[in-house]
């Protein structure tokens, strides 16, 4: 009975349906943390990051939604395509990216598919059916990906030794790291407070092997992007 229940409830919320993949990213510069601001990063954390991104439309699912003969998994789907009243989304593929999950009786999925201004969510399968419920579990988003044009500079805490700091240059580039453009510097804080690195600028406030507190003047060259 509850197989032929599940199954009604299937041909009740199934539609054909195709999936869009006309969608491009915008292109933004991110250049963060904001200048003159103070702040506290610890060893092995960013101090000054810098770059060129693609801002990609998602969405984040934040807790496990369940469409018949599916679960779509919490985590982030970037946005692929779109027409009149849909847009259609695929897993990330990151550290934090969601997934689709099948049952045995499922069809292999294609896409996710939301209703435009609506919490209505399906998945479609390689045969063009549609499979949708009403969800509060997920929400648009902007996610910052690196793309094929991408590059991204950062200063990395690496902690102290004696009166000296460590800071940590890095280079990427399509995702990438550049190994010949990655360095470790050592500065003196007896000598300044304030250092610099490829036209970047930072004044250390209190520094230690656990954190360090600072102040950003000014951050990398804006001509390196």
Not at 30 to 36: G, I, W
Not at 178 to 202: C, H, M, Q, W
Request: neutral net charge.
């Amino acid at each position: 009975m509850k197989a032929i229940f599940l199954s009604l409830i299937a041909v009740l919320l199934t539609a054909c349906a195709t999936p869009d993949f006309n969608y491009t990213p915008q292109t933004t510069q991110v250049s963060e943390p904001p200048l003159d601001s103070i702040n506290t990063a610890y060893v092995g954390d960013v101090l000054l990051r810098q770059g060129i991104y693609a801002e990609h439309d998602a969405i984040y699912v934040s807790s496990k939604i369940d469409v018949p003969y599916y679960d779509i998994l919490p985590g982030y789907y970037l946005k692929r395509g779109e027409d009149k009243k849909t847009e259609t989304y695929l897993p990330s593929g990151g550290d934090d990216s969601g997934d689709v999950v099948n049952s045995f009786f499922g069809g292999k999925w294609q896409a996710v598919i939301v209703y435009k201004n609506s919490n209505k969510i399906c998945i479609i399968d390689t045969a063009s059916a549609l499979t949708c419920v009403n969800s509060g579990a997920f929400e648009r988003r902007k996610k910052p990906i690196l793309s094929a044009d991408s590059f991204q500079q950062t200063l990395i805490y690496n902690g102290t030794v004696g009166n000296k700091i460590n800071i940590g240059y890095r280079e990427f580039s399509n995702s990438l790291a550049r190994p010949a453009f990655n360095n470790n510097v050592e500065y003196d804080l007896s000598e300044s407070k304030t250092i610099g690195y490829k036209g970047a600028s930072i004044e250390i406030i209190e520094a230690n092997n656990q954190y360090i507190k600072y102040k950003v003047i000014r951050n990398f060259n804006n001509a390196q992007l």
